[in-house]
T-cell receptor
Framework: KNQVEQSPQSLIILEGKNCTLQCNYTVSPFSNLRWYKQDTGRGPVSLTI?????NTKSNGRYTATLDADTKQSSLHITASQLSDSASYICVVSEEGGGNKLTFGTGTQLKVEL | GAGVSQSPSNKVTEKGKDVELRCDPI?????LYWYRQRLGQGLEFLIY????????KSGLPSDRFSAERTGESVSTLTIQRTQQEDSAVYLCASSSQTRETEAFFGQGTRLTVV
């Protein structure tokens, strides 16, 4: 069964600090991986997409990495801000078969003063 | 519509009553997902539709939960004889069949069982 596991489940950091969120998956055949950000009370929105051939991609203070061999991805947040407080969800797409998506349960990040 | 629409946005119901939650996906999106999210918790998968069929309904927690989709469009999640532990936000997402497909989420229905 395809699975996506994220760690840590929750994280508290001080404003200005960096952090890294992890995503491990067993989805096969792999098509792509997206990181979503879910602000409190809102639906998740896509931050970045990683395809098989991409190792790293940046979107502002967010940098995602992908190791397709070990089936791991990370999301690194630099110089965190209070507005980064949210849930971060890793979603992996299966190649073919309607491109079914498998969602991780998310990492709850809280940035404090 | 421009995005995924869910209704109602909030629902308060008495324990034991039945509720219906509705999801209008983005037009043309063949895949539709229902998730449950308890306060402060992660997404809990409920059911996945491809067209009007549900090839994966493994996340439905009990036989009180059912869902259907018609016209490859609207989906309804029904919870019968609601219990307090059903209180949560129910999120719907839809996606297309393109290779770099993105899931688009509705704002969710907040269900409170009293």
């Amino acid at each position: 069964k395809n699975q996506v596991e994220q760690s840590p489940q929750s994280l508290i950091i001080l404003e200005g600090k960096n952090c890294t969120l992890q995503c491990n998956y067993t989805v096969s055949p792999f098509s792509n991986l997206r990181w979503y950000k879910q602000d409190t009370g809102r639906g998740p929105v896509s931050l970045t997409i990683m395809t098989f051939s991409e190792n790293t991609k940046s979107n502002g203070r967010y940098t995602a990495t992908l190791d397709a061999d070990t089936k791991q991805s990370s999301l690194h947040i630099t110089a965190s801000q209070l507005s980064d407080s949210a849930s971060y969800i890793c979603v992996v797409s299966e190649e073919g078969g309607g491109n079914k998506l498998t969602f991780g349960t998310g990492t709850q990040l809280k940035v404090e003063l | 519509g421009a995005g995924v629409s869910q209704s109602p946005s909030n629902k308060v119901t008495e324990k034991g009553k039945d509720v219906e939650l509705r999801c209008d996906p983005i037009s043309g999106h063949t895949a539709l997902y229902w998730y449950r999210q308890r306060l402060g918790q992660g997404l809990e998968f409920l059911i996945y539709f491809q067209g009007n069929s549900a090839p994966d309904k493994s996340g439905l927690p009990s036989d009180r939960f059912s869902a259907e989709r018609t016209g490859e469009s609207v989906s309804t999640l029904t919870i019968q004889r609601t219990q307090q532990e059903d209180s949560a936000v129910y999120l719907c997402a839809s996606s297309s069949q393109t290779r770099e497909t993105e899931a688009f989420f509705g704002q969710g229905t907040r269900l409170t069982v009293v």
